[in-house]
C-alpha cells in the first residue's frame, strides 16, 4: 500500500456502524490527502471487479457444462436434473454468499483507509 | 365454463376456472390496502424533502423490502412462469438475471451513489459532471426508461384482469394507473415506501401460500409434481451462446440503471447501510424467484396447454384451478390475483415516482405542486401507450427495458462513479450512441408481427460496448472538460462517512 512513516495507532474504531450517521456529507474530505483517496478507489474497483468476475465465470459455467457435457447437465439430484438445480435454485444463494463477502471486504477496505487518515 | 365475457382478444377459452366474483374481491382489496396505507403516509410526509426521499431515515430492512415490492414487477410475478413453461430451462437466465443486477449494484453503485448525495439520477449526472447539458440528457433517457417500463406493467394488468373477471383489458390498465396516481399525490415517496414494503410481503404471501397448497394437494392424491422429470425435458438452447450472453449483459447491467431502484438508495442513510440494504434485497428477491420458478415447473406438466396460446403469461393465475375445484380454487386463485395486482401497482408508482421526480425537478420548479402534476403525467402517458399497442410476452419485453438501461444510463453511472476521464461530451456521446443503437432495436422489433429476429430480440451483446466505447472515446478527445474539483467530486463517492 502506500508508504506510510508513522506506526499504526491502536484504537476504538470511533465508528458505530449502529448508529445513523449525521446527514451531512465529509466536506473536508478534499483535505485527506488524494493518494490516500485514489488508493480506496482503486482497492474498492479491484473487489468489486473480482467479485463480478469470479460470479459471471460461475454462470456462465453453467451453460459451458451443458455444452461440454449434456449428460451431466441432465444428471438428476432427487428427480431435478443438475442444470435446472443450478440454474434455478443453487445460484440463488451463490450470490448472497458473493454479496456479503463483498460488504464485508468492502467495510475492510473503508476501515482501513480511515486509519491512515486518521494518523496524519 | 364460466359465464359473462365474450371479449375478443384473451378469451377464457384458454383454460380459465376462475370465478369472476374471486376476482373482484381480490382486486378490491389490493387496491382499496394500497390507497389506505398511502394516505395514511399524508401525515408523515410534510415538506419537499419527505415527498422526495423520505428525509433519509428508512432503514435497511424497510428500504430492501420496499426495493423488492418495486422490483418484483409484471415480469416477475407472471413473466417467469410463463416463460419457463414455453422454452423451460432456458427461461431461468430470467430470474437468475434479475437477481444478480442487485450483486452488480452493490459491487459497482449502491454506496458512491448514496453518498453522492444526489436525488435522482439526473442530480447524480450534474454533481459528477458539472454540466447542465449532461443533466438535461440524463433527465430524457430516465422519462424514457420510466416510461418503456410502465407499458409492459399495464400490459400485465390488462391481462390479469382479464383472466380474473373478464372484463375488458383496459380496465386492469386504467385502474393500476388510478390508484397509483391517488397514491403518490397523496404522499410522495414516504408514503410509497410503506406501500412498497406492505407490497413485498404480500406478493411472497400470495404466490408462496396457494403452491404449498398445491404441493401438498399433488403429495396426498399421488402425483409427482414434475410428471416424472417430463417438465424438466426441452428447451435447453443448444448451445446459444449468443442469447444467454446478451441476456446476462442486459439483465445484470440494465438493473444499474433502473431510475426507481436508485432512487432508493437515497432513502439510506449512509454508505454502508446502502450496501446492507442491498444485501438484504438479494435475500429477498432470491426467496421470492423460487416461488415463480416452481409454478412454471408445474404449468410444465398441468397447463401445458397455456403454452401455445395467448395466455402462458397467466399461468401463475391459472394454475390453483387446474388442481384444485370450488372454494379452495377460488380462495387460491384470488391471492394470486391479489399478489400481481400488487406486483403492478407497486412497480408502476416506483415508476411514476421517479418519473415525476425527475419532471418536476426538471421542467415544474420542484415544489410539492409540480411533484404532483408531474406525477399526473408520467402515469397519463405509458397509460395510453399501453392502450394504444398490443402486450409481447411480458418478461421479454420487460428485457428489452434492461437492454436500453444498459445501453444508456448504466455506462454513464459507472463510469462516472469508477473513471476519472468521464467528461460531459463523453457522457452525452455515449448515452447517445446507446440510445440510438437500442432504441432503433427495440422500433424495429415492433416492426415485426411474429418473433422478431434474435439480434433485435437481444441487443445488448451488441449496443452496450459500443455505448460504453463511445463514452471512453469522446470523453479521451474532450480531457480538457474534466470538471474542476474532480478530486473533491471522486473522494465524496468513496470516501467513508463520519470520518
Redesign the interface.
Known amino acids: 500500500m502506500t508508504g506510510n512513516p508513522r506506526r499504526i495507532r491502536v484504537q476504538s474504531p470511533g ?1 458505530d ?1 449502529q448508529e ?4 451531512s ?2 466536506d ?3 483535505n ?1 490527502s ?1 493518494a490516500y ?1 485514489r488508493s ?2 482503486r482497492s ?2 479491484r ?2 471487479v473480482v ?2 468476475s469470479g ?2 465465470i460461475l ?2 459455467g453453467v ?1 459451458a457444462l ?2 461440454l457435457s ?1 449428460a451431466l ?1 441432465q444428471l ?1 439430484i432427487l ?3 443438475l ?2 438445480l443450478l ?3 443453487l ?3 451463490i ?2 454468499t ?3 463477502l ?2 464485508r471486504s ?2 475492510r477496505n ?1 476501515e482501513r ?2 486509519q491512515l ?1 486518521d494518523q496524519q | 365454463m364460466k359465464s359473462g365475457t365474450d371479449n375478443s382478444r384473451t378469451s377464457n377459452d384458454a383454460g380459465c376456472h376462475m370465478s369472476a366474483l374471486a376476482g373482484y374481491i381480490a382486486l378490491t382489496v389490493v387496491s382499496a390496502a394500497t390507497l389506505v396505507i398511502g394516505i395514511y403516509g399524508l401525515k408523515f410526509s410534510r415538506t419537499t424533502s419527505d415527498f422526495y426521499v423520505a428525509s433519509r431515515s428508512v432503514k435497511p430492512w424497510w428500504n430492501a423490502s420496499a426495493i423488492g415490492g418495486e422490483y418484483l414487477s409484471a415480469a416477475s410475478f407472471l413473466g417467469v412462469a410463463g416463460l419457463i413453461l414455453v422454452s423451460g430451462a432456458d427461461a431461468l437466465w430470467f430470474p437468475v438475471g434479475y437477481t444478480a443486477g442487485y450483486l452488480m449494484l452493490l459491487l459497482f453503485v449502491a454506496a458512491p451513489m448514496r453518498r453522492s448525495g444526489a436525488y435522482t439520477i439526473p442530480d447524480f449526472a450534474e454533481a459528477r459532471l458539472k454540466s447542465p447539458m449532461a443533466r438535461t440528457v440524463t433527465s430524457f433517457l430516465v422519462i424514457a426508461v420510466g416510461w418503456l417500463y410502465i407499458v409492459p406493467q399495464l400490459h400485465g394488468a390488462a391481462l390479469a384482469i382479464t383472466v380474473a373477471t373478464g372484463l375488458p383489458g383496459w380496465i386492469g390498465a386504467v385502474m393500476v394507473t388510478g390508484v397509483v396516481v391517488i397514491t403518490t399525490m397523496a404522499g410522495g415517496m414516504r408514503s410509497i415506501t410503506f406501500v412498497q414494503a406492505f407490497q413485498y410481503w404480500l406478493k411472497l404471501t400470495a404466490i408462496a401460500v396457494p403452491l404449498v397448497f398445491i404441493m401438498l394437494r399433488l403429495g396426498t392424491t399421488g402425483q409427482d409434481w414434475s410428471g416424472n422429470g417430463a417438465a424438466f425435458i426441452g428447451g435447453n438452447g443448444d448451445g446459444d451462446w449468443y442469447t444467454k450472453v446478451s441476456l446476462a449483459l442486459a439483465l445484470l447491467l440494465g438493473t444499474l440503471g433502473l431510475p426507481h431502484v436508485l432512487v432508493r438508495f437515497y432513502t439510506n442513510p449512509d454508505g454502508p447501510s446502502a450496501r446492507r440494504t442491498t444485501l438484504i434485497v438479494l435475500g429477498l428477491l432470491s426467496l421470492f424467484y423460487i416461488f415463480p420458478t416452481l409454478y412454471g415447473i408445474l404449468g410444465r406438466v398441468f397447463a401445458q396447454d397455456l403454452a401455445t396460446g395467448p395466455n402462458a403469461d397467466a399461468t401463475v393465475l391459472l394454475l390453483p384451478a387446474r388442481i384444485f375445484d370450488g372454494m379452495a380454487s377460488d380462495a387460491l386463485s384470488a391471492l394470486v390475483v391479489a399478489g400481481a395486482f400488487a406486483a403492478f401497482l407497486s412497480t408502476t408508482s416506483g415508476l411514476v415516482v421517479s418519473v415525476a421526480g425527475v419532471l418536476s425537478q426538471d421542467f415544474f420548479g420542484g415544489s410539492v405542486k409540480g411533484f404532483r402534476r408531474a406525477a399526473l403525467l408520467s402515469a397519463a402517458v405509458p397509460l395510453m401507450v399501453a392502450i394504444a399497442t398490443d402486450s409481447l410476452a411480458l418478461a421479454g419485453s420487460v428485457g428489452l427495458v434492461f437492454a436500453f438501461t444498459a445501453s444508456t444510463l448504466c455506462p454513464m453511472l459507472l463510469l462516472g462513479i469508477w473513471w476519472r476521464g468521464l467528461t460531459d461530451v463523453g457522457a452525452v456521446v455515449g448515452m447517445g450512441v446507446g440510445t440510438v443503437l437500442c432504441g432503433g432495436a427495440i422500433l424495429a422489433s415492433t416492426l415485426f408481427t411474429g418473433p422478431a429476429p434474435v439480434l433485435l430480440q437481444y441487443p445488448a451483446a451488441w449496443t452496450v460496448p459500443p455505448a460504453f466505447a463511445a463514452m471512453i472515446i469522446a470523453s479521451r478527445m474532450t480531457a480538457h472538460r474534466r470538471p474542476t474539483g474532480l478530486n473533491r467530486i471522486l473522494a465524496r463517492l468513496h470516501v467513508p462517512e463520519n470520518d
Open positions: 465508528y456502524a445513523p450517521a449525521p446527514a456529507q465529509p473536508d474530505a478534499s485527506a488524494d483517496v480506496l478507489i474498492q474497483l473487489l468489486a467479485v463480478g460470479f459471471l454462470l456462465l451453460p451443458v455444452w449434456p447437465a438428476s428427480g431435478v436434473p442444470q435446472w440454474l434455478g435454485f445460484m440463488y444463494p450470490m448472497i458473493a454479496a456479503w463483498y460488504t468492502a467495510q473503508e483507509y480511515r487518515t
